[in-house]
């Protein structure tokens, strides 16, 4: 009789040294039921910064949480906030206002 080898939590997380932590957890959590041993969440996803498992884009357990790639962020927020090139346009005329003032 052949069984065939049942799908195991951690191996939808690929096997990388940046992911360790996560395959760990899910190696040693319980898979039946809505269980959240310690009260850690099971995270199976991965974070679109940094490229891991186990937490999302935002999350503290992100190695960027804080820093990240400073020049990625203004991009995304310049993207996402449609007032942002209205405000630095309204920023840089003032200041053109008040050198001319001046001279």
Known sequence: VLQEDDDKPEDCIPDSPGNQDAREFLAHAPTKGLWMPLGKEVKVMQCWR????????????????IKGNQKLEQFRVAHEDP?????????RFEKE??????F
């Open 97 to 102: 206002t008040r050198y001319l003032l001046y």
């Open 83 to 91: 007032m942002y090139d209205l405000i630095r346009e309204n920023r």
């Open 50 to 65: 940094c490229k891991r498992y186990g937490h999302r884009t935002g999350d503290r357990e992100c190695p960027f949480f």
